[in-house]
């Protein structure tokens, strides 16, 4: 028996680090696309003489990129990394009582409308 408890332990723990690979593929993505943002563009001086190079910073998009990551819908492996990270922080019973709450034993039967409300009760743990 001590074996298969063992096994349990080892696949919960691949999980866990399967959780923590995507939320840093997430985490890079995004650093990615703020990366992006930064724009190079050539602006021609007066007098017709050969145009500069400036780098411009897009903090009003940023702000306004943020504001629009606000409002798209949470996604599965968002939540997944939240509710993860709280697990491994040793609140593993209060997750499950979570999910049990918004009617399910795992993350995958809960509706992606309630994502919202779960992250908010999660951050209170």
């Given amino acids: 028996m001590g074996k298969v408890k063992l096994l ?5 723990d691949l999980r866990s680090l399967a959780d ?6 997430d985490a890079v993505a995004e650093n990615d696309a703020a990366e992006a943002e930064l724009t190079t563009t050539k602006e021609p001086e007066k007098a017709g003489k050969t145009g500069k190079t400036t780098v411009r910073n897009t903090a ?3 702000t306004k990129a943020t504001a629009k990551q606000e ?3 949470l996604t599965l492996e968002e939540v997944r990394a939240v509710l993860a990270e709280k697990s491994r922080s040793g609140h593993t019973e209060e997750v499950r009582k979570l999910l049990a709450k918004h009617g399910a034993d795992k993350l ?3 509706d992606p ?5 779960l992250l908010a009760e999660a951050e209170v743990l």
């Fill in 108 to 110: 995958s039967e809960i």
């Fill in 71 to 73: 409002e798209k819908p």
């Fill in 8 to 12: 349990l332990d080892v696949i919960g």
């Fill in 113 to 117: 409308a309630e994502y919202a409300a």
């Fill in 20 to 25: 923590s690979l995507q939320a840093v593929a």
């Fill in 60 to 62: 009003k998009k940023d």
